[in-house]
């Protein structure tokens, strides 16, 4: 039984030097993209088990759902047995915390019993038990949204659109090394109009569904923007209408105005609208799409497919459906589990909408 320590990939200095060592051995089978260190922890624990032992674990509730999870979960259904999962919803176990809590108790076997779920609403002993030994349905706990048991027919938001962040606006390391001089967004920004600041520019906290609080201007075309920024995307993700997604404030505007916005932002550009526009950010972004796809269908789907699909689709409608109470709990139970860590949250949210279920409606 033990707490291991929650450390993800955003942590630096001798943290990631142990990643690196970690990552070289051949001592581990579960590492997988920005894994958290308590999934080492896990897998060296199980393999200390005699046989019919149990690890119980309480971890970040991003296992239940994050993608670095993937590997863990799989190696332990095929090798071990899921005894019992507690989850706990609107329930910080631990005061101090900023994330929430997942139960792991596992046994060392391979049985085909059932494994134990156990949800806990707003109190400790509100609970509803079930026994599941479908591998899809062990992390899902929130029913309403187990849809795919519903629905037979439906695309995927990335099938749909092109999504990505918006542009980093710090200094490149490039530029650092070059120029021996760093640069912050704010350099680059105005509140007007200026010679220099000429285009139209939200970030996150501007942002209310459907609506603009405020624009500012940012420099685009000069000595220093896009070509000298951390991250550029590239010019045709801003010319065509769009949705722009506050990662944080989960919510979602409509843009013909040819807005950018910076990397607090998710960008949403229908495939058929970049129809031609060949770079590497948009094959990147189709192969990162295709893993979804692929894991969702069986099959992934080359680009001219994805073009045909999402003429199917009006923009606004996503629009709405991104604004709605729906999907605003639906990304926030998953999302929010870790309020302080910014950079995490950015990734869980471009992750989610990736994988968004979209009907048809004919």
Same mark, same amino acid.
């Given at each position: 039984m033990g707490n291991p320590p929650y450390l993800g990939s955003n942590h630096k200095d001798e943290y990631q030097k142990q990643r690196e060592e970690l990552n070289k051995s051949d001592e581990y089978e579960t590492l997988y993209g920005k894994w958290d260190y308590y999934i080492a922890f896990i897998e060296k624990g199980l393999k200390l088990l005699k046989e019919n032992g149990e690890l119980s674990f309480i971890i970040s509730n991003a296992y239940d759902h994050a993608d670095f999870s993937i590997k863990s979960k799989e190696w332990i259904y095929n090798n071990y047995h899921f005894k019992q999962l507690d989850f706990f919803k609107n329930i910080k176990i631990f005061n101090d915390a900023s994330v929430g809590s997942t139960i792991l108790t596992i046994q060392k076997n391979k049985t085909k019993e059932y494994t134990k779920k156990i949800i806990h609403y707003e109190e400790f002993n509100n609970i509803i038990t079930s026994n599941v030994n479908e591998f %899809?349905?062990?992390?899902?706990?929130?029913?309403?949204?187990?849809?795919? *048991? @519903?629905?037979? /027919?439906? #695309?995927?938001?990335? /099938?749909?659109?092109?999504?990505?962040?918006?542009?980093?606006? #710090?200094?490149? *390391?490039? +530029?650092?090394?070059?120029?021996?001089?760093?640069?912050?967004? %704010?350099?680059? =920004?105005?509140?007007i109009k200026t010679e220099r600041c000429t285009r139209k520019y939200v970030e996150n906290k501007f942002i209310e569904p459907y609506f603009i609080k405020k624009i500012r201007y940012v420099e685009y075309g000069t000595d220093l923007v896009p070509e000298h920024i951390y991250t550029k995307t590239f010019p045709e993700l801003y010319i065509y209408p769009k949705i722009i997604f506050g990662e944080m404030s989960n919510c979602a505007i409509y843009d013909e105005d040819k807005l950018l916005c910076d990397n607090t932002c998710t960008i949403l550009v229908p495939h058929n609208s970049l129809k031609g526009v060949k770079n590497r950010s948009i094959n990147r972004g189709i192969k990162e799409a295709n893993k979804i796809i692929k894991s969702s269908f069986g099959k992934e789907k080359?680009?001219?497919?994805? *073009?045909?699909?999402?003429?199917?689709?009006?923009?606004? +409608?996503?629009?709405?459906?991104? @604004?709605?109470? $729906?999907?605003? +709990?639906?990304?926030?139970?998953? $999302?929010?589990?870790?309020?302080?860590?910014?950079?995490?949250?950015? #990734?869980?949210?471009? #992750? =989610?909408?990736?994988?968004?279920?979209? =009907? =048809?409606?004919?």
């Open positions: %899809d349905k062990l992390f899902i706990t929130d029913k309403i949204f187990d849809l795919k *048991e @519903n629905i037979e /027919e439906y #695309n995927l938001l990335s /099938e749909i659109c092109f999504i990505s962040t918006g542009l980093r606006l #710090n200094s490149s *390391e490039k +530029y650092e090394k070059e120029f021996n001089k760093k640069f912050k967004k %704010d350099k680059v =920004l105005s509140d080359n680009r001219e497919k994805l *073009e045909l699909i999402s003429k199917k689709f009006e923009l606004k +409608y996503i629009l709405a459906l991104l @604004n709605s109470k $729906a999907f605003k +709990y639906y990304s926030s139970s998953k $999302a929010r589990h870790t309020v302080e860590n910014r950079s995490y949250i950015l #990734n869980i949210v471009k #992750n =989610l909408l990736m994988k968004l279920m979209v =009907l =048809l409606i004919i």
